[in-house]
Nanobody, 121 residues
């Protein structure tokens, strides 16, 4: 029902900022939780931020205070503003959509292709 395409990744210096976008197509965008997940080399994929369908948000402790997730249901788009980036933020970032109230990776139904974020020290 949902197709997702991420954009906005790139190479930045520590302390810098990036803004990721995820454009969605398909039915019922507003009924999904929209999340940003990331996967570093050799690591499990993990959640970074979730935007629930009621507009509330949940952040991983590792990014809280630095990242902001937002969504525009009229534009079928979700964003991740990343500030004060650290080398440990380096990962492939994925946009995902799901129907359950959870941060579990395996509960999300639709995934984008991912966009690389690299933070240099």
């Amino acid at each position: 029902q949902v197709q997702l395409v991420e954009s906005g990744g790139g190479l930045v210096q520590a302390g810098g900022s990036l803004r990721l976008s995820c454009a969605a197509s398909g039915r019922s965008f507003s009924t999904y939780a929209m999340g940003w997940f990331r996967q570093a080399p050799g690591k499990e994929r993990e959640f970074a931020a979730i935007s629930w369908k009621d507009g509330s948000t949940t952040y991983a402790q590792s990014v809280k205070g630095r990242f902001t997730i937002s969504r525009d249901n009229a534009k079928n788009t979700v964003y991740l503003q990343m500030n004060s980036l650290k080398p440990e933020d380096t990962a492939v970032y994925y946009c995902a959509a799901g129907r359950l109230v959870t941060t579990r990776v395996d509960a999300y139904d639709y995934w984008g292709q991912g966009t690389q974020v690299t933070v240099s020290s």
